[in-house]
């Protein structure tokens, strides 16, 4: 079924756009939904009439996402599980888990917009991509450990080369400045000797 989408969808299109999909799909979802309008002629100029609205509800949607999208790079999920000796999880860790959690820091996303193809079943640091609009995914990551010691353990190797990464930049900067002072030396001491030897000329002159 030919369909007008009202709302954009990753790998299928953006508002507005018009695109062939299953029957089904199109008839149990997206018009039911009203996310989507048969691609009729009545429809397309009714489409050309909220076109405008519908694009600045988008837009507003997309400034919303990506200030949630901020809040969740800096945010670090930690699930505190048993595991066996050589890591196995006894249980998993699910899109449903990390979307309670994040609910318990107060950021609502839906377990389907969680982008983990299987279930986490060993311990580890992973990150999961959350697709919060068609346009704005981020990932965040997440440590699974037995212990909160074991979750700081594991973290250690990141937070090492974060500050590593943070001194090599410090470094840089101080050698550029460096650099800059020196250049401002050999700048100034030029026109020093230029102004010297244009005050002999004149006075040569004046001598002759």
């Known amino acids: ?15 507005g756009d018009t695109v062939n999909v299953k029957d089904g799909f199109a008839r ?20 050309e009439k909220i076109k405008k609205e519908l694009n600045e509800k988008n837009e507003k949607l997309i400034d919303d996402c990506n200030k949630t999208a901020v809040i969740l790079k800096k945010t670090e999920l930690i699930f505190i599980r048993q595991a066996s000796d050589s890591g196995q999880l006894y ?16 950021i609502d996303i839906k377990p389907s917009s969680i982008n983990l193809t299987s279930p986490i079943k060993n311990i580890g640091i992973f990150e999961v991509v959350v697709k919060l609009h068609a346009e704005v995914s981020v990932k965040v990551r997440l440590i699974v450990a037995t212990s ?37 030396k050999q ?3 030029s026109e020093i000797i230029t102004f010297d030897k244009n005050e002999v000329r004149e006075d040569k002159s004046n001598t002759d």
């Open 91 to 106: 249980g998993s860790v699910s899109p449903k888990d990390i979307s309670l959690h994040l609910l318990d820091k107060k």
């Open 28 to 47: 149990n979802f997206l018009l039911p939904k009203k996310k989507a309008l048969r691609a009729n002629d009545e429809n397309k100029k009714y489409y």
């Open 148 to 184: 909160e010691e074991n979750a700081i353990e594991q973290k250690k190797p990141i937070d090492e080369n974060k500050k590593n990464n943070t001194n090599d930049s410090s470094k840089e900067t101080t050698n550029l400045k460096s650099e800059q002072r020196e250049d401002d």
């Open 1 to 15: 079924m030919e369909v007008i989408l009202l709302e954009s969808f990753d790998k299928l299109g953006k508002i």
């Open 187 to 189: 700048k100034n001491s």
